[in-house]
């Protein structure tokens, strides 16, 4: 119901307008003017697709062109710079790998040096401490030899003076000498 009023409420006022537009003097409705209004309405026209078709559309197909060719241009370059970076990558890991490879040779090179000098120093050593170890045993030895020599003549000294006062009178030291010696060859050997 409500449509129908509204459909005939649009239908007065059209059929209102119409009635009084060509009759007040629209010339857009009047017949007689129709011409005039095909002839510019198509010469207007005309002018614009010319002027769009001559002067616009090549600027805009030259930009769209354009950006086009340089949008194609800096996917060309981003692909060759990306495969550039990927070579220079490729470079760099190589020269990271050769320079572990390198790194870890020069350890064990190092290592392998240290190593043998350390058994050099440590022979080395171990000989001086076999050659010292070699002279105070000498020394020891000599020590020993020097140390008994003079007990020896210590012994005989008390012996003969021991024998002088217990006996009270003068020994005969060649034969005290020989006692003395003799029990000291046996105690030596013990020693030696």
């Known amino acids: 119901m409500n449509n129908l009023r509204i459909i005939f409420c649009f239908v007065i006022v059209f059929s209102t307008n119409n009635a009084m537009s060509s009759e007040s ?14 002839f510019w ?6 002018t614009l697709y ?8 090549p600027k805009i197909t030259y930009s769209v062109e354009n950006r086009k060719s340089r949008i194609v241009d800096d996917l060309d370059a981003a692909e ?4 550039s970076a990927e ?17 870890k040779k020069i350890l064990e090179d190092g290592n392998k040096k240290l190593d043998l000098e350390l ?5 080395n050593f ?7 170890l070699l002279d105070i045993e000498k020394e020891v030895i000599n020590l020993k030899k020097s140390s008994l020599l003079s007990i020896k003549n210590i012994a005989e000294e008390i ?9 009270d009178t003068e020994v005969n030291k060649s034969n005290v000498s020989a006692i003395v010696d003799d029990i000291a060859k046996k105690e030596m050997k013990n020693y030696i």
């Open 50 to 57: 010319v002027i769009i078709w001559k002067i616009f559309l």
């Open 25 to 38: 003097g629209m010339p857009q409705l009047n017949p007689e003017f129709w011409i005039a209004q095909i």
């Open 159 to 167: 012996s003969s003076e021991i024998i002088k006062q217990t006996i």
């Open 80 to 83: 060759k710079l990306k495969e």
């Open 119 to 123: 058994e050099s120093k440590k022979i």
């Open 87 to 103: 070579k220079k990558l490729q470079e760099y890991n190589a020269i990271i790998d050769g320079s572990k490879k390198e790194a």
């Open 126 to 132: 171990n000989n001086e401490i076999e050659k010292e």
């Open 41 to 46: 309405l198509l010469l207007i026209f005309s």
